[in-house]
């Protein structure tokens, strides 16, 4: 069931984290690669929830791939210190709940899930202690404007879960502040997937649905970092706020620059490597970027192994790692395998 190096065995996978989607919204960048796997900073998107899960002490990991997951498989193994293992599902994708039912063998009893495509810093450790016997714990953002245009789910003076959008409620104790919604990282127990049925199945509208009215769902209110880098623009805005230092995750990708300066002059990373390239603000610059003279870098991340002809401009831009930059000024676009992609409205 479970493929890649290191097959999970006996040992069970602690957390589990969706990288099967299409990446619709995100076309045409997703042509070329599965959403999770395409760079922030420099960095795989996945890799950011990777070194969540070692910071929590979650150890094994098992990633779902549908999409370009051939890609996903040679990029498994041992990741930002975790073990991880592939769950490929083919012919048809599984969902959220269809592919955690799945692999249901292979999980703990308690077992963390989050979305590969969201820079996030939630606290898994509490978020699983949270889980009550057979259900399970919700991270819900404090985000009011957010919970409107994403359906409020909100948690009562308890900290249960006591609406759970227009699918289900659950009578509350005490006032239930209605300015969140549901991140889409949980953690559940296993015997939760009881509630799932085979093949395509929703997480949400399957076992939550049922859990929620008897009071078995924990909300634990999150104000902390949340980038969904859903589409083209939102996906250029998640690489500048993190190249802008205001955004602080468990994995620092400054550190893995050949040069690096963030929003707040902080530096990583050797600066006469690239002493003829002019930076005007933040700028991460991967290893082996192979940048002409006169190029001038204005809040912009180049990928490693990018090559960025002489004269070039780049303005609030990301270039991908291995990726040519055509000669001349760009601003808010991104370079990648198939071109260049401008995100400007």
């Known amino acids: ?9 006996c040992q069970v996978n602690e957390a589990f984290v969706l990288a099967a989607g299409l990446g619709t919204r995100l076309r045409p960048l997703t042509q070329f690669r599965p959403k999770p796997l395409v760079p922030v900073c420099g960095v795989p998107l996945l890799a950011y929830s990777l070194a969540l899960c070692a910071r929590h002490g979650l150890r094994r990991v098992v990633v779902n791939a549908h999409w370009l997951a051939e890609q996903v498989e040679a990029w498994a193994g041992e990741r930002e210190g975790v073990h991880v293992s592939v769950s490929t599902e083919r012919p048809e994708i599984l969902g959220t709940g269809g592919g955690l039912k799945r692999v249901a063998s292979d999980l703990a009893e308690r077992v963390a899930v989050l979305n590969g ?11 699983m202690a949270a889980v009550p016997e057979g259900g399970g714990a919700m991270a819900l953002r404090t985000h009011a404007e957010d919970a409107e245009r994403y359906g409020i789910v909100a948690a009562d003076a308890s900290n ?133 003279p006169d190029v001038e870098l204005t809040n912009s991340i180049l990928g490693e192994g990018a090559t960025v002809p002489a004269g070039t401009r780049l ?31």
Request: charged share 20%; aromatic share 6%; proline share 7%.
């Open 1 to 9: 069931m479970i493929a890649g190096p290191g097959r999970a065995g």
């Open 117 to 127: 495509d969201v820079l996030h810093d939630v606290d898994l450790a509490a978020l």
């Open 160 to 292: 249960t879960v006591v609406r759970l959008t227009s699918l289900a409620t659950a009578d509350p104790t005490g006032p239930v502040p209605a300015d969140t919604h549901f991140t889409g990282i949980h953690a559940l127990h296993r015997d939760a997937l009881d509630r799932v049925p085979e093949g395509f199945a929703c997480i949400v509208r399957t076992a939550y649905t049922q859990l929620v009215p008897h009071r078995q769902v924990a909300g634990i209110r999150y104000g902390g970092p949340w980038l969904d880098a859903g589409d083209p623009a939102a996906y250029l805005e998640a690489n500048l706020e993190v190249l802008a230092g205001k955004v602080r995750l468990a994995l620092d990708p400054m550190e893995r620059a050949a040069y690096a300066v963030d929003g707040t002059g902080r530096t990583c990373g050797d600066r006469a490597a690239v002493s003829h390239v002019r930076l005007s603000g933040p700028a991460w610059i991967g290893p082996d970027a192979r940048i002409g």
């Open 315 to 345: 303005v609030d831009s990301v270039v991908w790692d291995g990726a040519t930059v055509p000669a001349g000024e760009h601003r808010s676009v991104v370079v990648y395998s198939g071109g260049v992609l401008s995100t400007a409205t």
